[in-house]
């Protein structure tokens, strides 16, 4: 009986794992579970997902997978904060859940298959999102091209009213 159910354990966490492209392993000692209930709430606002996991199945599961860099990490109560989008509001979220909850440990992530440690994580949580980063590079072409369009739109009204100025000037000789 317990063999079917790792089994079905096992692959229910390589169908949630499948697509994720990060994932962090925190260690959840010393938290409520009402305190966990949050830690889910803020992710799933950052669409990410929070799982308690036994360290044995998730190895299995993640082996051969983009997260199999994870597997030495799975030890003590493991829980994995992972989403299939971008990875810097995961971050924040962990990062503002363990400034009220410091009981929460980050072990270790992987973000887009590199493994980081917990200061390189807390320093995906400063940096703004890709959205936002992709809106500062729209924002710092569009701006230099912007002066560019006015620029040679001011040459060509100065030359219509240098030659208004001519043709008048021409007219009343």
Do not use: C, W
Request: charged share 25%; no cysteine; glycine share 8%.
């Amino acid at each position: 009986m317990a063999n079917a159910q790792n089994t079905e354990s096992v692959a229910e966490l390589k169908e949630r794992f499948s697509g994720v492209q990060t994932a962090v392993l925190t260690e959840y000692r010393g938290l409520t579970v009402r305190q966990l209930s949050d830690l889910r709430k803020q992710l799933k606002g950052a669409a990410a997902e929070y799982k308690v996991v036994k360290n044995r199945l998730a190895r299995i599961a993640i082996k051969g997978s983009p997260l199999d860099g994870l597997g030495n990490h799975l030890t003590g109560p493991t829980g994995v904060a992972y989403t299939k989008k971008d990875p810097v509001p995961v971050a924040k979220a962990l990062q503002a859940f363990l400034r009220n909850n410091p009981a929460l440990t980050i072990k270790v992530g992987i973000v887009e298959g590199k493994v980081l440690e917990p200061a390189a994580l807390k320093s995906l949580a400063d940096l703004p999102s890709k959205d936002a980063l992709r809106a500062q590079l729209v924002g710092a072409v569009q701006g230099p091209m912007g002066k560019i369009v006015t620029l040679l739109t001011a040459v060509q009204g100065e030359l219509v009213r240098v030659l208004e100025a001519r043709s008048k000037q021409g007219a009343a000789e």
